[in-house]
Every structure is written in C-alpha cells, then in structure tokens.
C-alpha cells in the first residue's frame, strides 16, 4: 500500500482506529475522519488526536477531517477535505455507522432517520464524490464495512441490519460499474468485535460471556478490531486485483448458524 492515500471514516475508535493504523503499517497515507462529538460520547475526546500521532509515529502522511455524517452533504466534504490534506484519495473505508438498539414498534422517526442519514445516504455521498478520480486514474479501492447483521439480523437493531443490507446491494452494484477501470468495491462483514459502541455489554462480564457464547460462532468470542486488518488489507491493496463485489464474512464462523 506504500504511496495510496486512503481516508478511513469512523477513524478514531475502534475498527476504523486499527485500520488507519493497520494501513499506514503498509505505507499508506492516512485521512482519518472522526466525528468530535461521537469521540466524546464515548469518553474519549482525544481520541481522533492519538490516532493522527500514532499514524504519523509509522513515517506516513496523515491529516484529520472532523465532520458529522448526520449532516446532508457531509459526505462530500469529507472527501474534499481529504483530498487537500493527501493530495488524493485512492482508498476509500467506509467504516462510521451508528446503531439504535430500540424493539421495531418502538423506533421513532427521528431515530431512523439519523440512521438512513448516516448509514445510508453519506455512503452515497462518498462514493459520488470519491469514485470519479478513482476511474480517472485507473486504480481504487472502496471498502464498505458491512455486518453480520445482513445475514442474521438483531430483532433490536431493524434499521441498521436494512441499511447495511442496502450498502452491500450498493457495493455490488457498483463493483460492476467500475471493475473494468480496476476500481475494486468490496464489503467486508464483521461478526460480533468489542467496540466502544459495546462496552456497555462488557461492564457485567458474566452477560458478556453470554452474548459471546450466543453470537460469536465457531471460535466462540468476539473479534478485537485488529483482527479485521488483515482482511481489509487485502481488499484495499493491489492484492486485490481480481476480487470485485465481493462480501467478505469476518464473523469467527457465527454465519454458520448452530
């Protein structure tokens, strides 16, 4: 990956942190996107700020790009920003996504309309303003981070199990518009990861045990982010020459059922 630029939204915690971090152990530039106000929901306002230092600490070029997805437009601006803090964007990671763990009946409007909002449409932002200089030059990567969620949905997470199932229909979509131009679009689908967005599940560590033993499959528990890194490597680098549309299953074997 030495030489790509690659901006890596959600990049502040969590999966998107190890993939900047994972990248730019590869030789790739780094835009991280993070949200301040998410950051600091999570207890971590600094967090954006540590990654940029331990991207930059790896020799590579980096530069942050703060921007809230729940705003229309957003998308684009990010990608804007990016290309004037890279000079390009060659790889682009769509990796922030919120959820609302709410019974369906109850989900309000407001809440699935935040969700489509950044779920949905700013991916469609993205990549509008992301894949026409990728075709141009003729290499890209695109990597939309997907869930177990498309294929064993969560009764509680209803609009963001629709949503991450409508960015893979996206994803293959377009996979076959631009892989004649070796711009290769790919998903890639975690299983269960002990994220910030879960820690409150892991504060009683017997229910935790629990929710591994249910969700986590074959290996039986959850993922660390840094284990998505490998295979996202993969798909964003020239290793990836021939794979397009792709849905790449990270889940320990939980999409294997019992």
């Known amino acids: 990956m030495a030489g790509r630029r690659a901006l890596i939204t959600g990049a502040s915690l969590s999966i ?7 990248f730019a152990d590869h030789g790739a530039s780094i835009a991280i996107h993070c949200s301040a106000a ?3 929901a999570f207890g971590h306002p600094d967090a954006a700020q540590e990654t940029l230092d331990q991207v930059k600490a790896r020799g590579v070029g980096a530069c942050l790009v703060e921007a809230d997805l729940a705003r229309a437009g957003a998308g684009r601006d990010v990608v804007a920003h990016a290309v004037a803090g890279l000079g390009g ?8 996504s919120i959820q609302s763990r709410t019974p369906f009946v109850s989900i309000t409007a407001e809440q ?17 303003a992301a894949l026409p200089p990728m075709q141009e030059r003729g290499w890209g990567r695109v990597l939309t981070i997907g869930s177990i ?3 064993r ?3 509680d997470l209803a609009i963001y199990a629709a949503l991450k199932s409508a960015q893979h229909n996206l994803c293959i ?28 599940r892991r504060q009683d560590a017997e229910e935790w ?14 993922a660390q982010p840094d284990e998505m890194v490998g295979a996202a490597v993969l798909l964003c680098s020239d290793a990836a020459s021939y794979i397009a549309g792709i849905d790449l299953l990270v889940t320990g074997g939980s999409h294997l059922g019992r």
Request: net charge positive.
């Open 112 to 128: 699935m309309e935040r969700q489509i909002q950044i779920n949905f449409r700013a991916t469609v932002e993205l990549l509008q």
């Open 173 to 200: 979509n377009l996979a076959r518009q631009y892989a004649p131009f070796n711009v290769m679009i790919n998903n890639l689908s975690p299983g269960i990861v002990e994220t910030e967005r879960n820690r409150w």
């Open 16 to 22: 998107g942190r190890s993939l900047a971090l994972g």
């Open 38 to 40: 998410a950051d600091r």
């Open 209 to 222: 045990r629990r929710i591994q033993a249910m969700a986590a499959g074959a290996i039986g528990r959850a």
């Open 89 to 96: 964007v060659d790889i682009l990671v769509v990796c922030a």
């Open 153 to 155: 949905p969560d009764p």
């Open 149 to 151: 969620n498309q294929l």
